[in-house]
C-alpha cells in the first residue's frame, strides 16, 4: 500500500519547513494560523482546507498544485488528460470560461488586462528582465504543459529575447511572460482546469494586441 495522502502532505510541509529554516510556530506567524493547527496537518490528525494550502503555498514558496496533489485532492492523471483538452486551442478560452459559469468572462478579462499593463511596466525593469531570461524555462517545467498555450509562450520568450526586437514589444512579450512566471492567479489554480486558463487569456491577450499593432 501506498504513503497515505495525510502523510504525504505532511512530510512535503516538513521538506519546505527545513528548506526555509522555519519552524511551525514561525510558519503560522507568516500565515496568521495556529501553530497547532499546521501541527495537526504535518502529523496527518487534520486534513488541510485549500484556505490553509494557499498560504502554505504562499509562504513555503511552493506551488499550490504540487500542495493539492500530496494532499491527495487531485488526480494528475485526470487533470492532465482534461488539461491537455482544454489547451488544445486558444479559441476555445472564451467558450470555456463561459461555460463554466463561475465567474463573469468580460470581468476576468478585464482584471487580466490590468495586470499585463503592471506587468508591461515591470518588464522594463532590470529586474523583470532579469525574471524573465532566468526564472521562465523553470516555470514551463513547473506545470508540464503542452500544446498552444506553453508553444506560444516558448515563442514569446525566443522573441523577447531576441535583440532585433523593439522595446516597446518587447514590453508587451514581457508582461505576459511576467503574468505566467509570477503566477497573479486571477483564476485559482484548484478551478482545475480553468485555473490555467487565466495565463492563456493572457498570452491570448498580448498576441491579439501585438496583431492589432502589426507586430506580430
Not at 478560452?93 to 461555460?99: A, E, F, K, N, V
Request: proline share 3%.
Amino acid at each position: 500500500m501506498g504513503q497515505s495522502e495525510d502523510s504525504r502532505i505532511g512530510d512535503l510541509i516538513k521538506l519546505l519547513l527545513k528548506k526555509h529554516s522555519l519552524s511551525m510556530r514561525k510558519l503560522g506567524n507568516l500565515c496568521g494560523m495556529d501553530a497547532a493547527t499546521i501541527s495537526r496537518i504535518v502529523n496527518g490528525k487534520q486534513q488541510p482546507k485549500l484556505s490553509h494550502l494557499r498560504l502554505f503555498a504562499e509562504h513555503l514558496h511552493v506551488p499550490l498544485e504540487q500542495l493539492i496533489r500530496a494532499s491527495g485532492s487531485a488526480d494528475e492523471d485526470d487533470r492532465n488528460d482534461r488539461g491537455a483538452k482544454v489547451m488544445d486551442s486558444l479559441d476555445a478560452i472564451r467558450g470555456t470560461l463561459g461555460d463554466s459559469r463561475l465567474f463573469d468572462p468580460e470581468a476576468t478579462t478585464a482584471l487580466i488586462e490590468q495586470e499585463l499593463l503592471k506587468y508591461e511596466q515591470y518588464a522594463r525593469t532590470e529586474e523583470g528582465h532579469r525574471m524573465i531570461c532566468l526564472e521562465f524555462d523553470a516555470k514551463v517545467s513547473q506545470v508540464n504543459g503542452v500544446g498552444p498555450f506553453i508553444e506560444h509562450l516558448k515563442e514569446m520568450h525566443a522573441r523577447y529575447r531576441d535583440e532585433d526586437t523593439p522595446d516597446s514589444v518587447r514590453a508587451v512579450l514581457g508582461s505576459g511572460l511576467l503574468y505566467f512566471i509570477l503566477s497573479a492567479d486571477i483564476i485559482p489554480d484548484y478551478l482545475f482546469p480553468i485555473g490555467y486558463l487565466d495565463d492563456a487569456i493572457a498570452v491570448h491577450l498580448v498576441l491579439d494586441r501585438l496583431n492589432r499593432k502589426g507586430s506580430a
